[in-house]
């Protein structure tokens, strides 16, 4: 099992920025896929942004791209979403979650373990 924790959501003016953390426990994480997801009232959860097991391989949603950053620290268990440029249609429960096959993945249903998400609210 793996646990994942989610923290760095807050309130932000439009054009600000945040920086998510998600940090894993239980075992490593190093060969593992990651993903960041979002989901606001209402609607469904959707893909914000994936990276592979070495970093080396990453995806963005068309939304985010340009304003968004996934990375990863595997020394120390961790994914990160540095968001740019922030607008109210950011506004979501963002939610880490990590798959063990390794491979850059972009469906909810790849995914083996999910945080309990973060709230981010972008204001005008």
């Known amino acids: 099992q793996v646990q994942m924790v989610e923290s760095g959501g807050g309130l932000v003016q439009t054009g600000g920025s945040l920086r998510l953390s998600c940090a894993a426990s239980?075992?490593?994480?190093?060969?593992?896929?990651m993903g960041w997801f979002r989901q606001a009232p209402g609607k469904e959860r959707d893909i914000v942004a994936a990276?592979?097991?070495?970093?080396?391989?990453?995806y963005y949603a068309e939304s985010v791209k340009g304003r968004f950053t996934i990375s990863r620290d595997n020394d120390k268990n961790t994914v990160y979403l540095q968001m740019n440029s922030l607008k109210p249609e950011d506004t979501a429960v963002y939610y880490c979650?990590?798959?063990?096959?390794?491979?850059?993945?972009?469906?909810?249903?790849?995914?083996?373990?999910w945080g309990q998400g973060t709230q981010v609210t972008v204001s005008k």
């Open positions: 990276i592979n097991w070495s970093g080396g391989g990453t």
């Open positions: 239980g075992r490593s994480v190093s060969g593992y896929g």
């Open positions: 979650a990590t798959h063990i096959l390794g491979r850059l993945a972009i469906s909810i249903s790849e995914y083996d373990y």
